[in-house]
């Protein structure tokens, strides 16, 4: 018997990719669609679904959520996401949060963020990267679906943290395709500003940063200084990051390390080169790849911002929470050519 | 009276464009263009320019050269490039040479290259980054012209070597437009292989990084840990270059290093935000940022790769062998939008 | 009990297509994979399938086909693929040839292609587009599975063939991804040549026209003067096709028509506005939409060229050709965003 | 002696490609740069003129333009358009308009705009195509700049008007680069809508049509049955329109025809293959193709849509109203590669 799902967001990206990945699912069940506004229908919010589902969109609604489902996707804003989130866990309902409401510890949150209003849930949240947090997923019961680039950062860095000199500094030079920056309309997404161009933005001073430095020390006990420099690409959908970092045992061999660590991830791919974005691009892979020059190391992945760093991994995430395999629904045949 | 200068290589990317540069230049006269079969015509070459000029294109001979100019642009591969230099050297023509083949010292060139043919002329060549040795190529009969990497790479890092931690791992994190790989055909430049793609090739082991780890040793005698990752962008020209350094005090002010180091200079801007691909193509100039956390620095400069990256970098080195004004000639307006 | 499948020519872009498609067929099982070298794996050719396939590709061989499969696909160039078709009937195995051999009358081929090598099976093949020929698909062991221009060209204009006015001049304004250039370097895939750029090749002279007009004239016996104008575009995947034309009589009401005619079609979206790229990329869908100012119409259709353009049509003939329902294995939502 | 023009609406991408071809214009001096809210400098509005120009950006006021300029370039939306040239001419000052609000006859302009605010000066108006209105540019002191559409369609068309078959329909397949739909924040426009796409929009209801009808018959005296189609492509500049229409005479050698028509225009290359976009990106230049297909023939032009669509043909207006060469100050070298 299949197990009954809602969505709430679906006029962004992520709401998109996780109607396209549900629809497929042989065990998640859409019951129920919601926007801000709602009144219309998901074909009319996403044309391109014409003639593939036209199920309504209604104003989100947790008493009804909780009633024609078991699990609830939250693509909503931050703020806005622990409002619902909130309310449908006293109903009941299983949740994975997209936003950055339930991703870190409270002054973390508080400082770069907004004050949080769902302290009680706040401490309780798992975060969902599934290759350092599974077990805890399969018994959360609200899981905060982590951010793409500290998703693509994390599975490249993790690896290596204990090998990495404390005193030396490491710097995460990521690049990021436009739908990172989601839907909204601004001078920065325009197509002339984007095209034929590159451009790094909040260097050092990104919200992502706090929130890979503070999974490190959660995972590796270790307090690093890491830097983290976002670039905008001209590209629709993929992210490339390029980490740099300095060991303290240049006879390390950094190769065996990284294949070792990955040897039973479903989702992680090792690779014998640089990796690209296309190869990733449509898949929930994490693909890495490491060079070693000295004690100087360059860690390099690639994921689908929108999948991996968004929607296909909340699909992994509440695979876990209801006990199903991994695999289940996920796909792993990229976008190329 | 204005003075007579050949080009020879006139097929590809840099061919083109200083012929585009100086069918503008006030002071330099076309009388030669040359290249490794002959027999055809500029336009015919680059159907651009249709309409605009016509010139016969020839088969490169040094004697014929020097009969008809006075300076002579070499935009040819390395080791094709040292055996027409050393011709036209000893027949009295001026050269500024786009190609490797004057750029290194004797061990370095050898080391990455091939063995080098004109022992003789190498010692005798200034390297052509008029920021740093434009006194010594106004005097020059030979420049070897810079490679676009190492351009954007020194004009970025120079200003804080003596500030930079010994010890530490510097890291240039280069992306360069298609157009850096030439018109040669091969899959990594098929369309399909670039658009909405991104990957890095040859991570620390790209020959332009003893270029650059020479230079800055000969610059500033300092011995830095240089790894250079170059990255390749769908884009077809410009090139961003991130550059991450540790520096031994955190108190220093690098933002009015930087302003300072260049304050004089008619090529570089040092912007207060992150620099972009866009604001530099189709000019000379290279635009630099930088920005601090800590001892942790980030370094960030962007230059078109065709122009201050080869040909008007070129012209503005023939500008100077010719006691000419830097600024004669050269493009300051971008190809925005 | 799943059917088995080879696939030979696995090294272009339709050959991965149909490598992705058949993985996730629920009937299909591919028990043989083939190029024209044979000696190394599917993900080797192709590193996006990395952890998802490595089965081994051989060098074609009609005779190992016919042991281990009931259905061949071909995914070769023209002239290459009759030679295998014709062993391969012959060995009773059933086979959706994706090149151009079987696609035209005799004549119309010697006359656009070469001499043709097998006039036996020629006349017995049946064109592979399912809106039209669905039966004698059903009946068919060889099919000939339509080019990428004429499958979107002709959806879109036969509705409306019998009410152009016969002395009047059709146009077809296609436009098409790189991809449908193949993998091939030429000067015209590479990357500086197509980015930022567009324009038309062959214009009235492509061998995409002939076929056009015999599908026209065997389906609804009116000689029509068309004129087919291809254009490449700085797009990797999809197809755009503009069709101009005049009717006999301005009042008839052509979106009714069109309306009408695909009421019952799977894989046809009779769209209320103009189509794009992007909608049914990623789909075996063919979006059209029709316009009128008097008695002349514009016919706007949309495809992806590698998958109702080339594999994902294949599949959906083998469908039909082993008595299974068009839509299994057949992705219908789009690579949007 | 320089004359002194002004600029109004310098905020735009037409504003600053004006801007930038004044800078290096021989005889005109910018003394006046306005937008619709001032208080800000040509390099805030436009960051790629850093260091290259700083001049102050005024809100729009007559009188003071009055004060400083011979000639103003006016590049505003249409209706706020004829409020500032009504002025100007009253004023005495000679204007170049490169909205729509001087380019059609009453009627049309009142059917497809608005209202007219100056019909006093509308008749007085000249069409600023140079092919056709050379004379009466030079003695007009109002210049109304046509449409980037009207002017790479009507280059194309006009030498073959008289011989297009009356009863005919012509359809004018035209495609555009972004940077036509301006700086507004769109959808449109969206990075994300616009990469990997094409799309038609208001097919054959488009207020460049009637523009294009207009001037067909006052320069031809004939009424053409024209259909036009406009696309967007995943391109920032640049534009080509391909144009289909019926002879009536198969025997006319167009291709001689199209060659004597432009035999001594500066600014229209007739090529003898198919144009492209960039061949023409950065140029004044109109690149014309005409191909034949018995009674049907295909006219192939391409423009850069923000200069010889906009700003340099505005220059070259000015040119010619101020008695200069049309050359001078006009760019024929394009930004290939």
Redesign the interface.
Known sequence: MKMNVSIVGATG?TG?ELV?IL??HPQFNITYIANSTGDTTIDKL???????INMEVKKADALEISKVSTLCFLALPHKTSMGFAKQLLELGVKVVDLSADYRLELDTYEEHYCTHEDKENLPKSVYGLPEFYENDIKNATLVANPGCYPTASLLALIPFVKYIDNN??I?V?A?S???GAG?K???T?????????????N??KHRHMPEIKEKVKLLESKDL?I?F?P?L??????M?V?I?A?INDANIDVKSILKEYYKDCEFV?V?DS??????T??TN?CDIFV??????I?I?SSIDN?LRGASSQAVVNANLMCGYDVNIGIN??????
């Open positions: 990206y998109l396209k629809l497929n996403h044309p391109c679904l014409t003639d593939v030396s500094n710097f030079d690049k395709g436009v739908s839907k309309l601004s001078e997404t325009h197509f002339v500003t984007v095209n034929d161009n590159m451009f790094a933005y260097p050092m200084n830097n420099i670039h690409i001209p590209v629709t959908r993929g490339l390029s740099y300095t791919r690779k640089c990796v690209d974005i296309k190869s691009a449509g892979f060079e070693q020059n000295g004690d100087a360059f390099n929108l792993k045949i990229a976008y190329v050519p």
